[in-house]
């Protein structure tokens, strides 16, 4: 299986959305994956459903809400990367999920699912960093990426976290959960240049991200930008068209390449 460094394109900035698994179908989720690459996403954050979330605002929770009702488990889930590489996404993928189910699935299964899958890394915003070392050291045991978060909050632990980091760093651009801001912190600038001055590996911002002048805004100070609950929304918005038919299917993912093109355009996916 491919590291996610090798698979990692060489963009000047990343772009990394987030979408949840089978909202609003598993076929779905493969298609919107593939739209995703095809207008530049650099990596790809799968979210796993979960009843139970700790970082997910109301626009994720509806999505995985729905996803749960359909049956959507973090197995699924993990398969559902098999089906992506299958269409052509050749991106690194990174599960989005929480402790619980990896412990309930077990680690050893969890490990080897991602291997057979072929999933590149995974991130669990419930676990602190002083309890990861298990699991960090199974990671790259397996080749797989543990992505570790850092807020403004972790203060004098920024440095601690960032020099062990795998992957990206994915940094925490406003406290509470994830959703749709308005306005960004002010702070949130010193707080990125701080990440940075000790990261090794890319150091991308999320959390309530929606517009093209916050990217702008937040570029300059940051390797890329994660898009998780603007793009969940449209996801929801045009739900009925992606369970339509071929044809309403693919205007709705035109929309969405469209909105999500449109969010994105302060960033340079060109190659370095």
Known sequence: MSTF????PKHKKLFIPFITAGDPTEE????????????????LELGVPYSDPLADGPVIQAASSRALKSGMTITKAIKLVSKMRERGVEIPIILFTYFNPVLQLGYKNFFALMRQNQVDGFLLPDLPYEESEELRSLSKENEVALISMVAPTSKDRIQKIAASADGFLY?????????????????????????????KVPVAVGFGISKADQVQLLIDHSDGIVIGSALVHKVGELEDALKG?????????????????????PISLCEV
């Open 5 to 8: 460094k090798e698979r990692l």
């Open 28 to 43: 779905t989720t493969v298609e919107l994956a593939y739209s995703l690459q095809k207008v530049g996403a650099s990596v």
């Open 171 to 199: 940094c925490v651009s406003s406290l509470g959960v994830t959703g749709v801001r308005d306005n960004l912190p002010e702070n949130v600038h010193e707080f990125l240049d701080e990440v940075k001055r000790y990261a």
């Open 245 to 265: 038919s071929k044809e309403e299917k693919r205007e709705a993912l035109t929309t969405i390449e469209n909105y999500i093109e449109e969010i994105i355009s």
